[in-house]
């Protein structure tokens, strides 16, 4: 249906002014950001499209020119969906603890910051929490990308910036793009590793989690 054809009173427009945006459907928030259709569409009918074929966190996965073509050529639309995911993303890292410094108290809380952004990585990515003694993050290290092994990752980059910034304890977080979120004998020998490094530097390593497609693996818990 066009929108045209829909009541006045009754448009995304209209209906998001009198009842207030979580009155839409997800195909009615997204035909408010298109603004217009594409070729012959109706932006509530591209919309309802997308939505039946990819739903929204399929849209990502595309990509810019996959997304180009399924909005008929119109880049623009494009650009604007992966916009929409790169904005959730960091809505929910920043609701999840990402930037408002809550304590992290267990290995659920690691996985709820880092699974929309390390989710879709295509390599594994070592990434470092830095925590005070209150297990409030200090910041976050990107420390190795690629495939991770104990002979590869030296102690010295791992606790640099821990040192540095008088962490009290960190906390290791790595993907799996494959999905699959158990660890591998390198995963565990690097764990190891670091460790005892921490023992020996006085930084303590609370855990090493490995984040999956719709799991996680914890160090500790396990």
Same mark, same amino acid.
């Given at each position: 249906?066009? !929108? ?9 427009? +209209? ?10 459907? =997800? ?13 012959g569409e109706s932006a509530i009918e591209l919309s309802n499209r997308l939505l039946k074929d990819y739903n929204l966190h399929k849209f990502e996965e595309l990509g810019f020119k996959e997304l =180009? *073509?399924? %909005? ?6 494009? &650009? *604007? ?5 790169? /904005? ?29 952004? &390390?989710?879709?990585?295509?390599? $594994? ?16 290290? $990107?420390?190795?990308?690629? =495939?991770?092994?104990? +002979? ?10 821990? !040192? ?8 290791? @977080? ?6 699959? %979120? ?6 565990? $020998?690097?764990?190891?590793?670091? @460790?005892?490094?921490?023992?020996? /530097?006085?930084?303590?390593?609370l855990d090493h989690v490995i984040i999956g497609k719709k799991k996680y693996w914890s160090w500790k818990e396990n």
């Amino acid at each position: 249906m066009k !929108i045209k054809d829909i009541p006045n009173f009754n448009r995304p427009g +209209s209906k998001l002014i009198k009842n207030g945006v979580s009155s839409l459907d =997800t195909a009615e928030l997204l035909s408010i950001v298109f603004g217009v259709g594409s070729k012959g569409e109706s932006a509530i009918e591209l919309s309802n499209r997308l939505l039946k074929d990819y739903n929204l966190h399929k849209f990502e996965e595309l990509g810019f020119k996959e997304l =180009t *073509k399924e %909005c008929k050529g119109d880049f623009v639309k494009a &650009m *604007k969906l992966l916009s929409i995911v790169e /904005l959730s993303k960091r809505y929910n890292k920043l609701v999840k603890g990402g930037y408002n410094k809550k304590p992290i108290n267990s290995a659920k809380d690691v996985y709820d910051i880092f699974v929309d952004e &390390m989710r879709p990585y295509k390599k $594994e990515v070592l990434k470092v929490v830095l925590l005070d003694t209150k297990n409030v993050p200090i910041s976050i290290k $990107e420390v190795s990308v690629g =495939t991770l092994n104990s +002979s590869l990752i030296h102690p010295r980059e791992v606790f640099k910036d821990a !040192i540095k910034e008088s962490a009290n304890s960190i906390i290791l @977080v790595h993907n799996h793009p494959s999905g699959n %979120c158990e660890p591998s004998s390198e995963d565990i $020998e690097m764990t190891k590793l670091l @460790v005892q490094a921490g023992e020996h /530097l006085g930084v303590k390593v609370l855990d090493h989690v490995i984040i999956g497609k719709k799991k996680y693996w914890s160090w500790k818990e396990n």
